[in-house]
């Protein structure tokens, strides 16, 4: 750009004084075409592009500070100020802001010259006034924002009387030059302001009044310069009696004009600033914020009540926040908070969370206005319930004193409910619909109980994290002691029981307490994985729960349990503190089991207080269980698992966790699964019976036929319908629903069965109403008002029975939906024993034993899994059974005697994936057969490569996988072969391709013995579907290395051959296909004879290829482009690819004739019609010239150019690639045979040295290949044996030399490279 600059400045610097405009313009735009872009990119609405482009026109000017680009650039910005786009004004604004910033030494008052006499007043047309006021508006703010304007005295006097003039079109700009104004002030210096302050404001105080912006201004001056204002208009009182209705209405006004933009108005905040320093703050409050504004019913104005207290915070001192948090306005922001429940209403709520928290942040060294404010926000109640949530987030920043504070707060108020003290509210609605007798206070007290319970558990969370141990401790005790225990006498040992109560504790505010402690027991074990969660002093907070409960048990003289021990539970009590014991004193080898057994006795120790009759049970059998597993040594051999010496506690052990896993708690479920990892070593075919028996429909009824026959499912299931009704009943609303809506259409079809309409007609012939019908027309006659009235009554009971059998049915319905979930839920957290024994003890023979019933569970939910829960249950399922069980790395390497089972296992597993109906289904049956031959395979091999390694040391290895390991051939190959078989002559087959290939690529050795199978299905009676299959298999196999290492080389050829005469027999029809699965084998059959010859061509083999080539020939003019249907260019692709292989090229002559038969039949008219997207012929490249119109002068040189020495042109001689002249347009060639090739006493060439003497040319289109290629390909052939190749081929190697002599005699273009072929171009054109 630098050049340009000097060239082309005599246009554009010459336009302003001398030259004409569009000259100049002509000139920017030869010098630059991304200068006049920026200004294109500056009014774009995306904000990131505009930006950008100014920084870099401002980068573009600062390389050319004196250039002409500065002036037009300023220029084009002015008349941007204008535009008919509103959007993009303020954008043009901008960016005069940051250019007259950059470059200072522009003068502004030279830039409002040029911005008043571009957009002038007077002159412009009344069409487009208002862009002309907009445009001198944005330069004043341009001025404003470069920073520059309050230091130029001159420029901020003409901004301000332009400003003034602006103010009078309030029809456009309304308020907006005003507000510049106020701005523009806010930042000039006091002296400056003294100066301008008489011009600008008026002494009047109606027009002080009378609008926001000259309040603001008046306010301004106020702060600023209060004696020169004091001069002016003299004392002023804004606070009194007549001025304080007019504050209201500006106030009004101001909210309004930012309903949109959702902020506090500037003037409402300096207002409550002057209220604060005059002293006025509760006159203000009372009567202009309180009885003013809110009295308005005015949602906008409502809002800047709620903004004024928010920002009111952090000035008000603890003695003022009172007379804002107990008034009428924060009891309106409380039914705000109510109210504003739907989801396209505007919500406060997270506006005024940003004010607390940001003035909690503001004042952490004064934790007394802290905990004063958060006080009186916890205070706002609707009929007793705090309209802020339980869980809220700005607790967190409140310092430890207030939050210790606020904690004892709220256990106050939980025992002691001062319920006058509250800023208490009821919504319209509730105030209608009130009824004495149901809202008194006991209501209250419940709902203010229950939401202090709650908050306390919320903060526990929120300060696990910080290590908050003492006010955890607090909290868990309160909650422990009020749920489970009452006072009898107070004591100074316990703190709690000196705690008394206002109001009684009923039983349903202990039910609620109770559920929360162990929410909260959760929290604070919720980083219980491998060791449970601890206190500083080492101790697990679940034990210190239960020293405190421990502690009170021996207290009974001061405090007694809810539900009185008995003398078995308090010796299972007992019992349990002295296992606890024996645990901590483990060695150092199980202290890891004996954490979790602790964990363990500590959870089903506090549930004791809970349901102490189950629970007692359950904690002498987990003690017995401890017992025997601590002396018990982990055995590391499998195959005795199923011997009647194992001992039972196993069974017992997972008999208490699934119960456990019953109940709805996601803490047990995290208890079972930590205890079942410890345990799952000394599982048992039993015991892990027991967990499948849960996933079993033969154990667990079908969804059709729900009943519950186990008594502990039924214990259970009742434990979860007690404790976990709202969980459950939440995620199954809208199942229920749609269930609803289904069963009220069955029962108005099905209700009205036999037995109901004869007992209608008995009834209705028993009152004679069917005289009508039997023809006697005098029975409606007879029947008097007695006996309407008994056949009316007897017709209401009729009707009322059956709708007590309607709804009786429909119970049912629910009842068994409601089992059916709670069911389902058990059987995803039965899944977690599952998913740990599979991720745990992978080489566990156990683990054999879940495909099957794995593979039930997904089949059953794939055929139901219309609700979520379904849904959950199947992909946890498949989850576990694909990556944790059948991609495991590691597997059963020991299966004992068991390997019969194996072989009948996977013949069942093969054949129940080739029954399915859906193909995604039997890919589950078809790994899971996968993963047997696996485990299979590697047990035989361990054990064979023990002792035979030793003794063969000195011996060959073996030349790859010949042996099949562990599998035995006999008994796998049939299994495989029927399934196989299946797949390719059955029609509807779920099984794949990708399972086959799957399966051939694990077990090459299987994958030899299945593959005369897929050969016989390549041709023959087969479908064309099943022999595409055939070929695609045959295609994937046979590149694969391990398959190779199978055969021998006589068998490999053999094998070649066989396939390729196959493959031939099929490419006899090649072009004929009518139907999509006939193209398909087409498209495969060439496919595989593509993978052949590639094979041949690498390795060297002795393989016919005569017949192969004669066929293709001779369906060569079924490809033609007239001959064959659109579409099928891959088959043409694929057919000349195998031609090329074979030596021959192809032709060019096709693609050359259809571009050039247009231009000797095009008419004049249509070459004027243009196609788009084509080039024109002058923009073609002249090298797809035909190589007879190549004259011979110019082919001497190139041919005799091939000889010379290399400093010519080393790199270029490279790159040219010549091809003896094999094949020419389809035909072989004949012309010029090599005098080595024809003579008897030249040895036959290998293909491996044909390759390097020969490269396919660019003949017929065909591009040469670079000379990296074939280098890399040939390095892996070095390893084979070199082999002749039967000489029926037709085509012979040619030596180097003279095939690019020869190619180059008859087609030099081909061989120039870019530079040479570019001078050649040049030189034609400077020919006359």
Sequence with gaps: MECRVPAGSASPGGAATSG???????????????????????????????????????????ARPQGPERTYALKRLITGLGVGRETARPCYSLALAQLLQSFEDIPLCSVLQQIQEKHDLQKVKKAMMRPALFANLFGVLALFQSGRLVKDSEALMKSIKLLQSLAQHHNHLQEQPQKALVDILSEVPEATLQVILPKVLKADLNSVLGSPEHLELFLLAQQKVPEKLKELTGPVNLFSDENIPRLVNVLKTAAASVKKERKLPAVALDLLRLSLREGKFPRFWKE??????????????SYLCFRLLGAALPLLSEEQLPLVMQGDLIRHFGEHMVTAKLPNQFKFAPEMNEYVAAFLEGCRDDPERQLAVVVAFTRITNQGLPVLPTFWRVVRSLSPRALKGYVAWLQTTFLRPDLDSLVDFSTSNQKKAQDTSLHGPER????????????????????????????????????????????????????????????????????????AFFSLLQTISTQFRQVPAQTPDGQPWTHRLVQFADLLLNHGRNVTPLTPFTTQQRQAWDRMLQTLKE??????????????????????????????AESCELLADIQTCIQKSLGEKPRRTRSKAATPQEPPWVEVLVEILLALLAQPSHLMRQVARTVFSHVCVHLTPRALQLILDVLNPEKSPDEDNVVVTDDSEKQSESGEDKSSDSEDDRPSASEDDSDDEDSNEEDRDGDVDQGFREQLMAVLQAGKALGAVDGEDDDDEELGDEAMMALDQNLASLFAEQKLRIQARKDEKNKLRKEKVLRRDFQIRVLDLI??????????????????????????????????????????????????????????????????ALYAQVERLVQQAGRQADASLSLYYFNAALYLLRVLKGNSAAAATCKPQKKEKAGPKPRGPEVSGGLDLSLVTPIFSSALTSFLTKRNSPLTVPMFLSLFSRHPVLCKSLLPIVIQHVTGQARPRHQAQACVLLQKALPTRELRLCFEDPEWEQLVSQILVKVTENLRTLGEAQSKSEQQQELSSLGLLNTLLRTVHQENLTVDLTGVLGVLQSQQQRLQPGGRSAGCSRLCDLYWQAMKALGVQRPKSEKKEAREVPRVTQSPLSTKRKKKGFLPETKKRKKRKSEGAVPAEEAKPMASGS?????????????????????????????????????????????????????PSQVNGARPVSPAVPTGRKQPQKDLPEKGVSGKLPQSALPRKKARLSLASRSPSLLQSGAKRKKASLKKARKP
Aim: aromatic share 8%; net charge positive.
């Design 20 to 62: 004409p405009r569009p000259t100049d313009r002509e000139g920017l735009l030869q010098q630059s075409r991304e200068f006049l872009d920026f200004f294109w990119d500056i009014a774009k609405p995306e904000q990131e592009t505009r930006l950008e482009a100014t920084e870099k026109l401002l980068g573009y000017l600062r």
């Design 288 to 301: 202009v914020v309180e009885q003013g504004l809110l009295k308005k019913q005015f949602w906008p104005a």
């Design 444 to 515: 209250a007290v419940f709902r203010l109980r229950k939401w202090v319970i709650l908050r306390l558990v919320s903060i526990v969370d929120a300060l696990h994290a910080e290590k908050e141990d003492d006010l955890i401790e607090e909290v868990a005790r309160f909650c422990f002691f009020h749920s489970f225990f009452e006072t009898k006498k107070p004591t100074s040992q316990i703190p709690e029981t000196e705690q008394r109560f206002s109001f009684a504790l009923e039983s349903r505010t202990r039910e609620v307490v109770s559920s």
């Design 583 to 612: 645990l901590e004193a483990c060695s150092a080898e199980t202290k890891a089991k004996a954490s979790a057994f602790q964990h363990l006795l500590f959870l089903v120790g506090i549930y004791l207080f809970k349901s102490p």
């Design 835 to 900: 998913e740990v024994l599979v991720t745990k003890q992978p080489e566990n023979p156990l683990v054999l034993e879940l495909l099957e019933p794995l593979l039930d569970v997904i089949r059953r939910s794939m055929r139901t899994s219309s609700s979520k829960q379904e849904q959950d249950l199947l992909h946890k399922t498949a989850r576990i059974f694909t990556h944790h069980l059948c991609r495991s790395r590691h597997y059963c390497h020991d299966v004992g005697r068991g390997v019969g």
């Design 1203 to 1255: 000889d010379q020495p290399p400093s010519t042109g080393k790199k270029k001689r490279k790159k040219r690639k010549a091809q003896g002249p094999t094949q020419t347009n389809g035909t072989p060639a004949t012309k010029r045979p090599a005098p080595d090739a024809t003579s008897p006493s030249a040895p036959a060439k290998t293909p491996k040295l044909q390759e390097k003497k020969q490269r």
